[in-house]
């Protein structure tokens, strides 16, 4: 072996020595530099439930993160919708063919029943009379039944009972004091019936008025998940209905809650992944993003999921860099 190998083989303990220093030395700075760039560690709350970020008082500082308390309310809810305006004149003619269906089948069960007495007391009315009036009579019920289930299929209206008797508002559509209205709503409506409607309108028609709520619309919706729902202007009896038959508003509908319930501000909403979350602060230094109940509006806020109570501190300004340090950034603007 020559001299320089063996110079080398002796220094080798040395070497080892050092670089195993040297390593136990740079763990800690790994680690340390790791906190101060605010790297976080989705696990660090233990058992909690949501997803998060752990970030230091220091760095939350630095990074201008502000939070609110979650409060109650029973503001308004609102729901917004579009609703088109339903041509009358065709409900008009849908009317009137009930109406001569339902004229038709009178006549023709009066006359069955008239020659059925007359064949049974004196047999001034034979049995082929009875049996032709009999057939014409079940032709002209069946015309009628037709005629019901297509118009409510069509309209969905609440257009007669048992007795054949009709709402008032009936005429206020056929003679132009008022409209009619198909609106859809993105999302289920709680109790539709019990809900206030109200027409905003547009530049050229200027409608801001309320209108009523008549039944369920068993149209085609335009989206799989909305709905439909029929309404109806209030009659003016001075005045005919401005509404275009095709014209198109916007509608809202609100329902006062009856209980206080928490509301998150819309400042600490944010979206992702095609959720509404927000950052709910647990225990001084970690963040639990928490997804919100709906993506409505509520007033001035939104309302709020099992995971977040009234009390609650909850981010309005700096959710961005809190999401950007959940999922791995390791720096954010202003870090050195």
Not at 77 to 89: E, F, K, Q
Not at 165 to 180: C, F, N, Q
């Amino acid at each position: 072996m020559n001299p320089g190998t063996m110079r080398l083989l002796s220094c080798l303990p040395a070497l080892l020595t050092v670089m195993v220093l040297t390593g136990c030395h740079d763990a800690p700075q790994a680690a340390a530099a790791d906190l101060v760039a605010g790297k976080s560690d989705t696990n660090a709350a233990g058992d909690s439930d949501y997803p998060g970020v752990a970030v230091d008082q220091e760095q939350l500082t630095r990074m201008g993160i502000e939070t609110v308390a979650v409060a109650e309310s029973n503001s308004v809810a609102a729901m917004h919708g579009t609703a088109i305006v339903l041509d009358s004149a065709a409900l008009a003619a849908a009317l009137a063919d009930v109406d001569a269906a339902r004229s038709d089948a009178a006549s023709a069960r009066e006359n069955y029943e008239r020659l059925q007495r007359l064949f049974a007391d004196d047999g001034n009315a034979s049995r082929q009379a009875v049996e032709a009036a009999q057939s014409q009579w079940s032709a002209a019920r069946a015309r009628l039944i037709s005629a019901e289930a297509r118009t409510r299929g069509d309209w969905g209206l609440p257009l007669s009972d048992a007795r054949g008797a009709r709402p008032t508002w009936i005429a206020e559509l056929a003679d132009g004091r008022a409209s009619l209205l198909r609106a859809e709503f993105v999302g289920q409506l709680p109790a539709a019936a019990q809900l206030d409607y109200a027409l905003l309108g547009t530049e050229s028609s200027g409608v801001a008025a309320l209108v009523a709520y008549v039944g369920p619309s068993r149209a085609a919706a335009v989206s799989a998940v909305g709905t439909g729902v029929l309404l109806r202007t209030r009659g003016n009896p001075a005045a005919e209905s401005t509404l275009r038959p095709g014209e198109r508003l916007a509608v809202i509908a609100s329902v006062k809650s009856v209980a206080r319930r928490p509301l998150v501000p819309a400042e600490a909403a944010f979206a992702d992944g095609g959720q509404f979350w927000c950052y709910v602060q647990r225990g001084g230094d970690r963040f639990d993003r928490v997804p919100l109940a709906a993506i409505e509006r509520v007033a001035a806020g939104y309302p709020v999921a099992a995971g977040i109570k009234a009390g609650d501190r909850v981010v309005v300004r700096g959710a961005p860099l809190l999401l950007s340090l959940e999922r791995g950034a390791g720096t954010v603007a202003g870090d050195e």
